[in-house]
């Protein structure tokens, strides 16, 4: 089992380019979440999904676009990047109560 | 507003001692508690969890102990080890709204020296 996996591991952005950081998870779990990791904030909560088709917000959803067309799938969209999105993201799908993480993509907003 | 707090951002600890690691939380909804490792370029991984129902749960060297009425909960590794220098994310579950929404504490960098 590759369990959670996430492209890109780095990707640099111009300020104002959009682009789709990809995750899959091959544990067919109903849910998935992406987070942010910045200094001295911990991880932060964008958005999650409950199963295909089903979206919601977390703690900081602005800037951000997710859908879930498959169980295994949950793709993370930046319409218009700003520097404001440099961190590390990292997406999750949750087990019985635990999460298991992805490697993690490093963006970085110029 | 920071509903899950790690007040200390470092821990440095001799090879063989106990490491204690701590997490404070505001919000009485949560009920179920999660310990994270994360080493440097990796994602967190899972590490122990705690029902509220419980006051302890143990794994291996492992233990995390629960206290509801001061909304404090501890981690324990004895005895500590040159691998589990990492950084420890505490995080908390309102399971009643849905097991998703994890939050997560600002972390504490643990150094176990030799």
């Known amino acids: 089992n590759a369990g959670v996996t996430q492209t890109p591991k780095f990707q640099v952005l111009k300020t104002g380019q959009s682009m789709t950081l990809q995750c899959a998870q091959d544990?067919?779990?109903?849910?998935m979440s992406w987070y942010r990791q910045d200094p001295g904030m911990g991880l932060r909560l964008i958005h999650y999904?409950?199963?295909?088709?089903?979206?919601d917000q977390g703690e900081v959803p602005n800037g951000y676009n997710v859908s879930r067309s498959t169980t295994e799938d949950f793709p993370l969209r930046l319409l218009s990047a700003a520097p404001s999105q440099t961190s590390v993201y990292f997406c999750?799908?949750?087990?019985?109560?635990?999460?298991?993480f992805g490697p993690g993509t490093r963006l970085t907003v110029t | 507003d920071q509903q899950v707090k790690q007040n200390s951002p470092s821990l440095s600890v001799q090879e063989g001692r106990i490491s204690i690691l701590n997490c404070d939380y505001t919000?009485?909804?949560?009920?179920?508690f999660l310990w994270y490792k994360k080493y440097p370029a990796e994602g967190p991984t899972f590490l122990i969890s705690i029902s509220s129902i419980k006051d302890k749960n143990e794994d291996g060297r492992f233990t995390v102990f629960l206290n509801k009425s001061a909304k404090h909960l501890s981690l324990h590794i004895v005895p500590s080890q040159p691998g589990d220098s990492a950084v420890y994310f505490c995080?908390?579950?309102?399971?009643?709204?849905?097991?998703?929404?994890?939050?997560f504490g600002t972390g504490t960098q643990l150094k176990v020296e030799l």
């Open positions: 919000n009485s909804m949560f009920d179920y």
């Open positions: 544990m067919n779990h109903e849910y």
């Open positions: 999904s409950v199963g295909a088709g089903i979206t």
């Open positions: 999750a799908s949750r087990g019985e109560y635990e999460q298991y």
């Open positions: 995080a908390a579950n309102p399971l009643t709204g849905g097991g998703n929404k994890l939050t």
